[in-house]
């Protein structure tokens, strides 16, 4: 549970987990993603309580991440459908399933399998590669503050007289 | 804030929530990836309370993300260091950051910048590819139900007759 707000912190990180909300949020997004419109799909999938799905669901559409829109065959009810920046949201989404499928994945195997969809096979590893396509191993790629954050160790403060 | 345990649910995006624990963890692990390893510099950076930061350490090793080791410097105090499985992460990390630097940055710009560290160049956005390096379009990636999970729409009911 988070014990105060993220949304005044600097890092793109903090403030994009203060966006998205909670972990209901991600599991939201994911099964907006499986092609789920509706509550009681939302409902039925996650196994979440109707007030918590609710108020979850609010704060996505507040957020711009999912829209309202009107049912697609004309019902009276509403959807939910993802929005450009919910949209942008998918290398995260699948980051967490991959690492899940390799980490700590279920005895009956992963309850979904992301694919070129040309080729069926699975997709690769969502990692860091060279704009170029080539990938990267983790010590070429190099994290550093800027804007006035940091530094966080003394070492670091002895090399950044900042 | 979590209503029940993700840990038997069967989607690995799931379960890589409730392994992780929760937004702070990521912060955390965040800041391990920029060269945090004391339990002062992690709790100066985030502003978190000592008791909360104690307890998600204390999960993170649980987990395997972080181990603790002597301290470098031959010092009395334990540090923390990511695991192979914790640095398995950095693609979640930066895809998190890359989304926040989007869509929803600081006016003061980011607090952290992802390179290639050879060139300096900004790191390009963590993307779904083919194994050849190429990008992929969002619908070029193909999302399924499979082991015996889904579907949760009509739609899918109809079409998968399992």
């Given at each position: 549970?988070?014990?105060?707000?993220f949304s005044d912190m600097?890092?793109?990180?903090?403030?994009t987990?203060d966006?998205?909300?909670?972990w209901?949020s991600l599991?939201?997004?994911?099964?907006?993603?499986?092609g789920?419109?509706r509550?009681?799909?939302?409902?039925?999938?996650?196994?979440?309580?109707?007030?918590?799905l609710?108020s979850?669901?609010?704060?996505l559409v507040?957020?711009?991440?999912?829209e309202?829109?009107?049912a697609a065959?004309g019902?009276a009810?509403e959807?939910?459908v993802?929005t450009?920046?919910?949209r942008?949201?998918?290398?995260?989404i699948?980051?967490?399933?991959?690492?899940?499928?390799k980490?700590?994945a279920h005895?009956?195997?992963p309850?979904?399998?992301?694919?070129v969809?040309?080729?069926?096979?699975?997709?690769?590893?969502i990692?860091p590669?060279?704009a170029d396509?080539?990938?990267?191993?983790?010590?070429?790629?190099?994290?550093r503050w800027a804007?006035g954050?940091?530094?966080?160790t003394?070492t670091?403060?002895k090399?950044?007289p900042?």
């Amino acid at each position: 549970m988070k014990t105060k707000s993220f949304s005044d912190m600097q890092c793109s990180i903090a403030r994009t987990l203060d966006h998205v909300g909670s972990w209901w949020s991600l599991l939201i997004i994911r099964d907006a993603m499986m092609g789920a419109r509706r509550f009681k799909h939302f409902q039925r999938n996650l196994g979440i309580a109707k007030n918590t799905l609710t108020s979850r669901l609010n704060d996505l559409v507040a957020g711009g991440i999912l829209e309202r829109v009107p049912a697609a065959d004309g019902y009276a009810h509403e959807e939910y459908v993802l929005t450009e920046r919910g949209r942008d949201l998918a290398p995260v989404i699948i980051a967490l399933g991959q690492w899940g499928d390799k980490w700590v994945a279920h005895e009956k195997g992963p309850s979904t399998v992301v694919t070129v969809r040309e080729s069926g096979e699975p997709l690769p590893r969502i990692w860091p590669r060279r704009a170029d396509g080539e990938l990267l191993a983790l010590n070429e790629v190099g994290m550093r503050w800027a804007n006035g954050a940091g530094p966080i160790t003394e070492t670091q403060e002895k090399e950044d007289p900042s």
